[in-house]
Nanobody, 125 residues
Framework: QVQLVESGGGLVQAGGSLRLSCAASGGTFSTYRMGWFRQAPGKEREFVAAIRSGFTTFYADSVKGRFTISRDNAKNTAYLQMNSLKPEDTAVYYC???????????????????WGQGTQVTVSS
């Protein structure tokens, strides 16, 4: 079993930045595909970014050019650097991990087996 714990959320003004962290335990982190998803009130959970074990990255169009996903395998941690934040980025952000190693659902909830509890990001206008 894999445990994921997010941190780094908070309040920020539009145009500001935050860095989210996802600490993983319970497995071999370096082999996982890691993802970030978010869910705003009244909305479905949506894909934000993902990074493969080989460091290939994927981004939703809504965050491309503003957000950067990364990982530090020595620390068993994934990160989401969020710059130029907008009010529409306000949501609970969830970290996810996939140990499958080959499923194609990089931007879908079904592509991930393990989830953190989420961290709130609020962007004021």
């Amino acid at each position: 079993q894999v445990q994921l714990v997010e941190s780094g959320g908070g309040l920020v003004q539009a145009g500001g930045s935050l860095r989210l962290s996802c600490a993983a335990s319970g497995g071999t982190f370096s082999t996982y595909r890691m993802g970030w998803f978010r869910q705003a009130p009244g909305k479905e959970r949506e894909f934000v970014a993902a990074i493969r074990s080989g460091f290939t990255t994927f981004y939703a169009d809504s965050v491309k050019g503003r957000f950067t996903i990364s990982r530090d395998n020595a620390k068993n941690t994934a990160y989401l650097q969020m710059n130029s934040l907008k009010p529409e980025d306000t949501a609970v952000y969830y970290c996810a991990a996939d140990r499958n190693g080959g499923n194609p659902y990089v931007d879908r909830l079904r592509g991930y087996d393990y989830w953190g509890q989420g961290t709130q990001v609020t962007v004021s206008s």
